[in-house]
Nanobody
Framework: QVQLVESGGGLVQPGESLRLSCTAS????????VGWYRQAPGKQRELVAT??????????HYADPVKDRVTISKDNAKNTVSLQMNNLIVEDTAVYYC???????????WGQGTQVTVSS
């Protein structure tokens, strides 16, 4: 079992920034995918950003609604994946979930979620 602990959520005003972090209890160095989803009230969970790894190559992927405003990164030594979110808008309000998928054929592990609220 892999445990994921998220931090960094909170209440911010439109235009401000937040940095979310997620630390895994397992090595993320060669994990197939690590990243972030979000779920707004009354909506389905949706991808925000992910890093997929094949061999020694890691590639970030971003959802269209956020691709110009967020940056995903990972620190293999600390087993941490971070999400830097800039120029936040009200529509970014959601619970953000970190996930870890070891292989393409395994189910992902999920964090408990961290609330991000963007409001003036």
């Amino acid at each position: 079992q892999v445990q994921l602990v998220e931090s960094g959520g909170g209440l911010v005003q439109p235009g401000e920034s937040l940095r979310l972090s997620c630390t895994a209890s397992a090595s993320i160095f060669s994990a197939y995918a690590v990243g972030w989803y979000r779920q707004a009230p009354g909506k389905q969970r949706e991808l925000v950003a992910t890093i997929t790894t094949a061999g020694t190559t890691s590639t970030p992927h971003y959802a269209d609604p956020v691709k110009d405003r967020v940056t995903i990164s990972k620190d293999n030594a600390k087993n941490t994946v971070s999400l830097q979110m800039n120029n936040l808008i009200v529509e970014d309000t959601a619970v953000y979930y970190c996930y870890f998928q070891q292989y393409t054929w395994t189910s992902p592990w999920w964090g408990q979620g961290t609330q991000v609220t963007v409001s003036s």
